[in-house]
């Protein structure tokens, strides 16, 4: 039965306040189920693998008094943030080496092992998710339908007796993550064992694992102080979802697709017309859009296009044409409401304005 | 560097409540490295284990000399310890873990598998070689442990 969920959030801050929100909501429960936060990221915010912001100024320092003030609306446990003298100490081979993302991993999950020491306890299931996305289960709905309640209860009735129809074993190393099946059909892609990094979820023994790991990773590809063996030369050049995949052959870990109920996520196209497989999150870029509250369909939807794109919204040709459509919509709307639906009205007014503040804002750029 | 972990073993457990013993108690003791030294220090790839849970001591000239590279880990010369078994490896003997030496995100990997071990459950599922095979460690021996001890 679970009693405690970890999450451990990593990485670079990036629009995590913005985020925020979205995360929290997507982790709450109505079963008592207690969940714990874990933060680890860095002193500062770089944009190595976004293409759109690919500038000479590829990082920027961040103020650790304030950015521990925003971490603080999660009420973490314990936070680590790793300094860019640290990491640069560790970049001795590749810039883009995805073990700067796989050392982040590895110190968030390691706070939570920590905790769990420290206070004798061990968490039922650990979640591994970052700052700056939303979730698609994080969104408003009409009745809160957490995805939480979904899953702690199919985990206390259908998981601990159906784990061999999952995973053809019993090991308590089990992970849920996205297989990401990109070019179906296409043999070379279909025995590739890739997953997204952004969610995944799994047993404290399979993140320790993990963790392991990932700080061997970390350390292989680009420390300067590394003489030995490389486990895997090859994979700075390589992006971190096939260095999950590494991680999860190579320690034994049982991985399954994540559970999604009747949540649907989205099937989502990249620019050069990949599939990701069913997906529930989206990664809020520095240039994402930002002007729809982070539990907002409207923003999901939005930023799942600037995702696909790799370009701001802004720059959609149909984007400010679509935007000019809603508020002549809202404002229609308004009009057709009296006096006896004075909550849709105001509804309607917010709408307008939060679509009238998007479009004044591309105005002025 | 070497860092050390050492335990008090529970003498009274055999077979796999023995091995749940010695790998929690080591898993804890690898966090609290963590806590000690942090992440930056232990991702390094320079940082050695030495385990121990007996009195033995290593002659850590030796120790310091060895190539613990990554998934090795290093058991002192099978024949000081299981002269009379045939294949120690395939026993769940926990004696095998008395002193070892490996790398630390080895020992902190192979430790958290403490969890897999069912506590009292008697069934001798877990020997000493399944559980290095499924994390796919490779065994070295050495002659670490000094002679007279």
């Known amino acids: 039965m679970i009693k405690n969920i970890a999450v451990c959030l990593y990485g670079r801050f990036g629009t995590g306040e913005y985020c925020a929100p979205s995360i929290l909501k997507f982790f709450k429960n109505t079963l008592g189920v207690n969940v714990d936060f874990f933060c680890a990221t860095k002193d500062y915010d770089n944009y190595y693998t976004t293409h759109y912001e690919s500038t000479p100024d590829k990082i920027k320092r961040l103020d650790i008094s304030d950015l521990t003030n925003k971490l603080s609306v999660y009420n973490p446990k314990d936070i680590a943030i790793t300094t860019l003298e640290e990491d640069e100490r560790r970049r001795g081979v590749h810039p883009q080496s995805s073990g700067h993302m796989f050392s982040q991993m590895g110190n968030s999950i390691m706070l939570k092992s920590k905790y769990e020491v420290n206070n004798d306890m061990q968490y039922d299931v650990v979640f591994v998710t970052r700052y700056d996305i939303l979730i698609k289960h994080g969104i408003e709905t009409t009745t809160d339908n957490f995805y939480l309640d979904h899953y702690i209860a199919w985990h206390n009735n259908e998981f601990i007796n159906k784990q061999y129809d999952l995973f053809s074993n019993i090991s308590k190393a089990w992970m849920f993550s996205h297989k990401m099946g990109k070019n179906p059909g296409n043999l070379s892609e279909v025995f590739r064992n890739i997953y997204q990094d952004m969610l995944f979820f799994g047993s404290s023994l399979a993140m320790d694992l993990f963790a392991a790991n990932a700080l061997l990773i970390t350390s292989d590809q680009h420390h300067k102080t590394n003489k030995k063996t490389h486990i895997y030369p090859d994979l700075y050049r390589r992006d971190g979802h096939e260095g999950l995949g590494y991680i999860f052959r190579k320690s034994n870990i049982s991985v399954s697709i994540c559970p999604s109920f009747d949540l649907n996520g989205i099937m989502m196209y990249t620019i050069d017309n990949r599939i990701q497989n069913n997906i529930w999150y989206v990664p809020v870029r520095a240039f994402g859009e930002m002007n729809f509250a982070a539990t907002s369909t409207e923003a999901f939807n939005r930023n799942c296009w600037i995702w696909s794109n790799s370009v701001p919204y802004t720059e959609c040709p149909a984007y400010i044409e679509e935007l000019q459509t809603l508020i002549a919509t809202c404002e229609q709307d308004i009009a057709l409401c009296n006096t006896s639906t004075a909550i849709a009205k105001k509804a309607h007014i917010e709408a307008k304005d939060a679509l009238a503040s998007a479009l004044a804002k591309i105005n002025k750029d | ?149």
């Not at chain 2, 529970?10 to 804890?28: E, V």
């Not at chain 2, 009379?84 to 769940?92: F, G, I, K, R, V």
């Open chain 2, 1 to 149: 560097m070497i860092i050390y972990s050492n335990i008090t073993r529970d003498t009274t457990l055999t077979g796999t409540d023995a091995l749940h013993d010695i790998f929690k108690k080591h898993w804890i003791n690898a966090v609290k490295l963590y806590e000690q030294h942090g992440y930056d220090i232990l991702s390094a790839r320079n940082v050695t284990v030495y385990a121990s849970s007996n009195t033995e001591s290593a002659d850590m000239n030796v120790v310091s000399g060895l190539l613990v590279d990554y998934d090795v880990i290093y058991f002192n010369h099978m024949m000081h310890h299981h002269q009379h078994e045939d294949a120690p490896m395939l026993s769940a003997n926990a004696q095998s873990f008395d002193n070892f030496v490996c790398e630390y995100s080895v020992f902190f990997k192979l430790m958290s598998n403490w969890r897999e071990m069912t506590f009292g459950s008697g069934v001798q599922f877990w020997t000493v070689g399944r559980i290095l095979e499924y994390q796919n460690i490779m065994v070295r021996q050495s002659d670490f442990l000094k002679v007279d001890a």
